[in-house]
Structures are given as C-alpha cells and as structure tokens.
C-alpha cells in the first residue's frame, strides 16, 4: 500500500497545534482551533487508500447531492437519472420460476429412475450423470461383463428413464418457458 494525504480528526492541544494518527496507520500534524476543547483537523499521510480513490471520494463529497427523480432535461419527454441505472441482477420472478423448473425436472428425473434395477442406475450415472463419465473399460472392469454389454444396459437405461419421465410428464403439469 502507498502512503497518500488524508485529511483525519486529530487532539487539539490548546496552542494552535494539533496531533493525530492519520487513521488507518500513518502520521500526520494538523492546526487546532487554540481553544484546548479537543477537537481539531488536521492533513497527513495514512496507509489504506490509493490516490485514486481519495481524488474520487474528494470529488463526490465537493458535488452537490442530486435526486435520481430528477430530470436530465428541461424537455418534457427527458427521462430521470433513474432510467439510466442497470439493474445487473436477474429478475426474482424469473429466478424463482427457473429453480421450481429445476426442482420439477430433478424430481421427475428421480421418480424416473426407481424404474432402474442397482446395476442399471449405477451404469447410467457413471455414464451420464457425473462430471468425467467412466469408460465402458471401467465399468466392464467392474461389473465383469463385456465393453459392449455395458453399452447395451447403459442404452437399455436411458430408454427406460426417458419411457418414464414421458409418462410422468403426461400425468403432472409441468412449467415451460
């Protein structure tokens, strides 16, 4: 961090000097008012703000507030300052509805997969359903069965699942966009 001026309260000694910290770590002397009440301003160097910053904080705190009803122009058809702001945030309602159509189809999905025997569940999610899906070797490997076998209960799978979640979607409403 760079040591920049800062202007910062500081002990009013009585005797038209003042002392203070710089808040945020630093140093600096300042001018009291003489009168010894304790109170006094004072300029110096603190650590914790680049130059920028306080050149852009100085800045603001110089300008006069404005409203953001205010009017850009004397036009009548000229907006506010407020039309102008972006809102980067998504809209709640669209959030809200997109995680009922997650929580739908996650639910769907796992009312489709009772359908599955244990060897046909576990085939399907190492093969579609995690981030690095395991290779036919793997799951041959494991199972003691051929690459090509796999591929067929994993095939044999996915059809049933989706045999399913189309029979479940006819008997419940689902959200669409």
């Not at 850009?72 to 509805?97: K, T």
């Not at 189809?105 to 999610?125: F, G, N, P, S």
Request: glycine residues 12%; negative net charge; charged residues 35%.
């Amino acid at each position: 961090m760079r040591k920049v001026p800062r202007l910062f309260a500081c002990d009013d000694h009585g005797d038209g000097t003042s002392a203070g910290d710089g808040r945020g770590g630093g140093y600096g002397y300042g001018y009291g008012d003489g009168d010894g009440d304790g109170y006094g301003y004072g300029y110096g160097y603190g650590y914790g703000y680049v130059e920028d910053e306080v050149i852009s904080m100085n800045r603001r705190m110089a300008g006069q507030e404005q409203s953001l009803n205010a009017k850009i122009s004397d036009e009548e058809q000229g907006g506010q300052w407020q039309d102008w702001i972006v809102d980067e945030n998504a809209d709640q309602e669209l959030l809200i509805s997109q995680r009922q159509e997650l929580d739908q189809k996650h639910a769907l999905l796992q009312t489709a997969l009772k359908v599955l025997d244990q060897r046909e569940k576990e085939i399907l999610y190492d093969r579609k359903l995690i981030d690095e899906p395991k290779t036919l070797e793997e799951l041959s490997q494991k199972y003691k069965i051929s690459r090509e076998r796999v591929r067929q209960i994993e095939n044999r799978a996915f059809e049933k699942v989706q045999k399913a979640m189309l029979e479940n979607i006819k008997t419940k409403p689902f959200i669409t966009h």
